[in-house]
């Protein structure tokens, strides 16, 4: 990797898909409105970012760093969250398209999902003890073996999450979402 480094830039409008973003170590950095769907992220350390409405499907990211990162209305369809460096490993999301994303193994405490659309995702053996998914679209998402403590999903809708193969002590959910932890007993809540 290139020891190109970036500080409290702004990146608008760009189509990283087309020509790759430079390799290196973005820190406090803002990407707008960009397009880096495909694209090569590996091995690129992002500190204290934040990507507002960029489209960032199917990107790979093997041993991307992601510490302290934030996504709002990104577009981030397909990412296997679960190939980043895993050191120190912090983000939130806002507003977000997640779908089909993979989360497996993760250490993701206190992860923010804010009105995101989080379907066919996988959180296997994931800990996400006290996570937020607040108005949160969760269905076909996969909670096998996921650490749940703590989490607040008292907003979040479509979620199957089975409490014999998931840590869910002190858990919050809402009276209106708790069929979601009943779906495998195959019954009637009236």
Known sequence: MSEDYFEDEEFS????????????????????NCSLSGSDLSLIKFVECRFESCDLSLARVTGAVFNDVEFKNCK??????????????????DGCQLSTSIFCDL????????????RDADFANTDLSGSTYDISDLSGTIFN???????????S???SIDPENNRIRKAKFSAENVKGLLHKFDIEIL
Request: hydrophobic fraction near 35%; glycine fraction near 4%; aromatic fraction near 14%.
């Open 13 to 32: 409008g760009a189509d990283y898909s087309k020509k790759p973003l430079t390799k290196g170590d973005y820190e406090n950095c803002r990407f707008a």
């Open 76 to 93: 981030m369809l397909g990412l296997r969250f679960d190939s980043c460096n895993k050191l120190l490993m912090k983000f939130n999301f």
């Open 157 to 159: 809708f479509n979620f």
């Open 107 to 118: 250490k993701l405490i206190n992860t923010r999902f804010i009105d995101c659309k989080v």
């Open 145 to 155: 073996n996921t650490n749940l403590k703590k989490a607040d999903l008292t907003s």
